[in-house]
């Protein structure tokens, strides 16, 4: 099971840690790599960045990013943000792994339940991407600096 954490980060399933916001490049892909394998890929911006793939999704992880502010003002340092999908083409079923969310799976449910169960918020620096007709489950979750 991944968890959602709000503020934090991602906890990882089998006890792979969590990847927290602000972590290194490096410790974050160490962590990952327990349990998949670590491909660096390329996102605008970003001094690094990586994907894997886990039981039907894909996770993309990247960071340090001078070009965007944190809170603070100052530049954000060590993993900036994740992001979370199913692979391939629109999912028309729960996903083989749970992605939770204050105790909602959210791939597991059609999305208008989905919805509904986590009610309008807050969840601080979390973004779910809606699903296209006619597929009716959450395809990706974002998570990110507040």
Do not use: Q
């Not at 327990?34 to 993309?60: I, P, S």
């Not at 502010?69 to 083409?89: I, M, Q, S, Y």
Request: include cysteine; aromatic fraction near 6%.
């Amino acid at each position: 099971m991944f968890e959602v954490l709000p503020r934090t980060g991602l906890a990882l399933p089998n006890r792979a840690g969590v990847l927290r916001f602000g972590m290194s490049g490096r410790a974050a892909r160490w962590a990952v790599a327990t349990l998949a394998d670590v491909r660096d890929t390329w996102v605008c911006g970003t001094g690094w960045a990586f994907t894997a793939r886990c039981e039907g999704l894909e996770l993309l992880a990247y960071g340090d990013c001078p070009d965007r502010l944190g809170r603070t003002g100052h530049d954000r340092h060590g993993l900036a943000a994740v992001h979370l999908g199913r692979c391939g083409p629109e999912p028309a079923g729960p996903s083989a792994v749970p992605v939770v969310l204050h105790g909602v799976d959210l791939f597991g449910y059609p999305a208008a339940e989905v919805l509904e169960a986590l009610g309008p918020g807050p969840h601080p620096g979390v973004s779910l991407l809606r699903p296209g007709p006619p597929a009716g489950y959450l395809p990706e979750v974002r998570l990110s600096i507040p």
